[in-house]
Nanobody
Framework: HMQLVESGGGSVQAGGSLRLSCVVS????????MGWFRQAPGKEREGVAR????????YYADSVKGRFTISRDDAKNTVYLQMNSLRPEDTAKYYC??????????????WGQGTQVTVSS
């Protein structure tokens, strides 16, 4: 079955940058929409960014628009999230996953362990 391994999180000060990676195995990402989610303590998981097959289109939550960039390398079965101008409210555990295109709905039920992002003011 699908396995997802997220990495690249860490602790940064507000205004800093991080680049997250998600390596997918047991599944070929090339024909799938992929996305990044995050979950802060006490809050529900929310969609952050998603990208279409081949990377032709991307969509961002309003809270990250203009600061985050999603990209993909299907030869490596990997999805990235470049996060710039980080804010304390970006603090959360970040996850990736495949999606039904143009939605935040997962195609598969599997989640990785996530990667923690902590932004201090």
């Amino acid at each position: 079955h699908m396995q997802l391994v997220e990495s690249g999180g860490g602790s940064v000060q507000a205004g800093g940058s991080l680049r997250l990676s998600c390596v997918v195995s047991g599944y070929t990402t090339g024909s799938s929409c992929m996305g990044w989610f995050r979950q802060a303590p006490g809050k529900e998981r929310e969609g952050v960014a998603r990208i279409s097959p081949i990377g032709t289109t991307s969509y961002y939550a309003d809270s990250v628009k203009g600061r985050f960039t999603i990209s993909r390398d299907d030869a490596k079965n990997t999805v990235y999230l470049q996060m710039n101008s980080l804010r304390p409210e970006d603090t959360a555990k970040y996850y990736c996953g495949d999606l039904f295109c143009a939605t935040w709905t997962r195609e598969n039920e599997y989640w990785g362990q996530g990667t923690q992002v902590t932004v201090s003011s």
